[in-house]
């Protein structure tokens, strides 16, 4: 789940909600906050509670069977903007992984 600002689609992330992904237990996002749920894929129900008030949003949504892991955009769900999520593939593992191989450094001997 991810709770940041979507700035190309001028769409603001909550200050502070509730989420609840099934009956997993509900975990707390402030603005530009991410943590996971663990699901497997096929449909799921989320509840978000705003803590400013706003009415409560529920829906379900599906994740497919396929992949491993998914970024659920919570800005862009709650203003049914799709897609809300997509494929996640955390960047720093996969520059790594498509980097040359290290090159060994030759060092001196200690006397």
């Known amino acids: 789940m991810d709770n940041h600002s979507v700035e190309a689609l001028n769409l603001r992330a909550p200050d502070l ?6 009956k997993l237990k509900p975990l707390e996002f402030f603005r530009n906050d991410r943590d996971i749920f663990k699901v497997g894929g096929g449909k799921h129900r989320i509840t978000i509670e705003f803590s400013d008030g706003t009415e409560t949003f529920t829906t379900t949504f599906a ?3 396929k992949g491993d892991m998914f970024l659920l955009s919570i800005p862009k769900m709650l203003n049914g903007t799709e897609p809300y999520f997509e494929p996640y593939i955390n960047n720093e593992i996969q520059s790594r992984n498509d980097a040359e191989p290290a090159q060994e450094i030759e060092a001196p001997l200690a006397p």
């Open 17 to 22: 909600i509730t989420v609840t992904v099934d």
């Open 63 to 65: 994740l497919p069977l």
